[in-house]
Nanobody, 114 residues
Framework: QVQLVESGGGLVQAGGSLRLSCAASGNIFSFNSMGWERQAPGKQRELVARITSGGSTNYADSVKGRFSISRDNGKNMVYLQMNSLKAEDTAVYYC????????WGQGTQVTVSS
């Protein structure tokens, strides 16, 4: 059973930073990719950032240059560093992992006040 537990969300002012963490059960190197999705009220869930087992990364256009995804295979952790936060970044952020199927965590709320 794969478990993903997010942490690090909270309330921050526009222009501020937050770092989200995702603790995964088991060896994250076994996942083809890991990433972060977000869902704002009334909007569809979107993929924010993704990192493959080989270390390649992809970002949504809306966060390029502001967000950075990284992984620590030794600690089975994935991180999302979010800088220059905007009000439109407010959402529930979900950690996801892919290994044949997709797994998600429970989510962590990020609220950016303008």
């Amino acid at each position: 059973q794969v478990q993903l537990v997010e942490s690090g969300g909270g309330l921050v002012q526009a222009g501020g930073s937050l770092r989200l963490s995702c603790a995964a059960s088991g060896n994250i190197f076994s996942f083809n990719s890991m990433g972060w999705e977000r869902q704002a009220p009334g909007k569809q869930r979107e993929l924010v950032a993704r990192i493959t087992s080989g270390g390649s990364t992809n970002y949504a256009d809306s966060v390029k240059g502001r967000f950075s995804i990284s992984r620590d295979n030794g600690k089975n952790m994935v991180y999302l560093q979010m800088n220059s936060l905007k009000a439109e970044d407010t959402a529930v952020y979900y950690c996801r992992a892919t290994r044949g199927v997709v797994y998600w965590g429970q989510g962590t709320q990020v609220t950016v006040s303008s």
